[in-house]
């Protein structure tokens, strides 16, 4: 149904996407840093069910409205650059309290909650909302029929290759965690600097703006 040059050629082009950390990838570490390797892995896998809820909407054809909709798009990011924001405040506001998590004093924050901060995270990520409504449709092969169908493979592939990617980076951010461990002092600055990163990174999303 899709030709090995096309998947190939996809595949190329969502790695070199990738592998630029955005932020999906700026979130993972921020969550293996403050929380350890399970809860930046979860966060990998809300983030990856977030991206491939884009691709089902590209491939039912709601993906062409955010497309060409100025307003759509803007609700959208603005939607995510918000929760980006509110998350880095309240990573910021409880800094001092990082230690805590190593010693079993601080909150517990349950696996579900985790995944569905990854997942309104990948699904407001305007890099990939963009990647998938405006240059995924130009790989399908219309003559071979399917299309939905071809577009749903392509972002199968596409978010093999994230799990990948921002696994690695999880792991070797909650790696780094443990050296940070060693003194509260560390710890603290890690949630200070995750947390404006984080409303940084909220900031920046609001500000991209489209071609058009």
Request: proline share 3%.
């Amino acid at each position: 149904m899709l030709s090995t040059d096309r998947l190939l050629a996809f595949s190329a082009m969502s790695f070199l996407l990738i592998v630029i950390p955005g932020p999906s990838v700026l979130f993972v570490i921020g969550r293996a840093l403050a929380q350890g390797r399970r809860a930046a892995l979860t966060t990998v896998a809300g983030n990856t069910l977030g991206a491939y809820l884009l691709v089902i909407a590209v491939a039912l054809g709601v993906g062409s409205l955010v497309e060409r909709s100025v307003v759509v798009f803007t609700t959208l990011k603005l939607l995510g650059a918000g929760y980006l924001v509110y998350l880095g405040v309240k990573a910021f506001r409880q800094r001092g309290a990082l230690h805590d998590s190593f010693t079993g004093d601080g909150p517990v924050y349950g696996g579900m909650r985790t995944l569905w901060e990854g997942f309104a995270v990948g699904v407001a990520n305007p890099k990939t909302i963009v990647f998938f409504a405006a240059v995924l449709p130009q790989f399908v092969d219309r003559d071979q029929g399917h299309v939905a169908l071809q577009m749903l493979l392509l972002g199968l592939v596409f978010n093999i290759i994230a799990v990948a990617s921002d696994s690695v980076w999880g792991i070797a951010a909650s790696t780094a965690r443990q050296w940070f461990a060693r003194s509260p002092k560390r710890l603290s600055l890690v949630g200070g600097v995750g947390g404006l990163s984080m409303i940084a990174l909220g900031v920046t999303v609001a500000a991209t703006g489209r071609g058009d």
